[in-house]
């Protein structure tokens, strides 16, 4: 019962971050499932900050936002970056990242804030961000060529500096070590290069950091934490059920005229047309059954639509309409989600920030109205 009352929006600490905002004029930008304050904010008049001045900030309460966060740790220095994680229901996901001025800001940071008790259960715990800047992409080509993945891949995201690759045994494929220009661009990219190489090369690739020290990864594992609030307990087939119906084949889509060329990139021969999609079946009586894809317990729009399609329902049908805009840069959008083999259709209201593109904020919504309807078709 305690996860799904975290799943609950607060209105009165939504309403107490506006107004927070509004006062302080302080401006905010969603990225990626991350809200971000400065880098540097408007008012900079210190050298930009080194290695060593970034810490990590776990145990954060899910109903507590940048209004109570970024005083508390301005407290002891000049911020010049605050990073609240957040999950697409509009709750924060317990952790962050604060970047100070200087080394001896995020010292103080870690000294007084450490243990600072925000609720009657929950104290914060602050350390040494490890700013890690190299992630390990695995299960590439054999073929693939170095020069063509350094061009994709600053393609896809921001502060590539180099890349090597690395092939031997017990490696499937090649492997590439990216080197990036900053902790942020690194988990920035680590948030989109699977479902990119996915969606523009139809590959599966493997992701994680890479390190030379023993892996004491900041974040926790975003599979096993988005699935603890998204599904409580596990999920259960019905009764007449003896064993889980096995999800069909996820059936490719014909590639592009881009899609050939980033395969050329890469040095992988461009995949062949599928072929046509079998009639579908039945609509089945219920959504609730066994999921067992782990690669889209990060994405609610992939969760919903392999968890359709194993039900042989079809895929979600979107329908997005801007609403309003809050007094502090929220946006509403009004969403219709259909589903061929389910009425009626799923309505509601999502809430999110602009992200730097109308592109981004689009996907933030419908990522939002996903999540909500999955909630719907668990009971939540």
Not at 89 to 104: I, V
């Amino acid at each position: 019962m305690e996860v799904i009352h975290m799943q609950v929006l607060n209105s009165e600490r939504l309403q107490a971050l506006e107004a927070w905002l509004m006062e302080t004029d302080t401006k905010l930008a969603q990225v990626n499932g991350q809200r971000k304050y400065g880098g540097p904010p408007a008012v900079w008049h210190l050298p930009p900050p080194g290695s060593g001045c970034e810490v990590f900030i776990s145990q954060i309460p899910r109903h507590t936002y940048e209004d109570v966060l970024i005083p508390l740790f301005s407290s002891v220095g000049p911020l010049w970056e605050f990073r609240l994680m957040m999950n697409f229901s509009g709750q924060n996901r317990g952790f962050a990242y604060a970047k100070y001025s200087s080394p001896a800001g995020a010292n103080d940071a870690m000294r007084l804030l450490n243990g600072h008790r925000l609720e009657a259960s929950l104290r914060l715990s602050v350390r040494l961000s490890t700013e890690k800047s190299r992630l390990c992409i695995g299960e590439l080509p054999a073929s693939t060529q170095l020069d063509h993945l350094l061009k994709v891949l600053r393609g896809m995201a921001d502060g590539v500096e180099r890349v090597s690759l690395k092939a031997g045994p017990g490696i499937v494929g090649v492997s590439a070590i990216v080197v990036f220009s900053s902790h942020y661009d690194a988990s920035m990219a680590k948030r989109v290069l699977v479902e990119a190489f996915r969606k523009q090369f139809q590959l599966n690739i493997s992701l994680k950091w890479q390190s030379t020290m023993k892996s004491t990864t900041d974040e926790p594992p975003p599979p096993q934490k988005f699935s603890k609030s998204l599904f409580p307990t596990p999920l259960k087939p019905p009764r007449h059920v003896l064993t889980p119906p096995r999800p069909p084949p996820r059936l490719a889509r014909p590639p592009s005229r881009d899609a050939r060329e980033l395969c050329k990139a890469v040095g992988e021969p461009t995949p062949s047309q599928p072929p046509p999609p079998p009639s579908s079946s039945s609509c089945a009586s219920s959504l609730e059954g066994p999921f067992t894809s782990s690669g889209s317990l990060h994405c609610p729009m992939a969760l919903l639509c392999e968890l359709c399609e194993a039900k042989g329902v079809g895929k979600p049908q979107y329908n997005l309409k801007l609403s309003h805009a809050g007094p502090r840069g929220f946006m509403f959008f009004l969403y219709e989600l259909s589903v061929p083999g389910i009425t009626p259709d799923f309505e509601g209201q999502v809430m999110v920030l602009p992200g730097p593109s109308a592109y981004a904020t689009v996907e933030e919504a419908h990522q939002a109205a996903a999540l909500q309807v999955l909630q719907k078709i668990c009971n939540y």
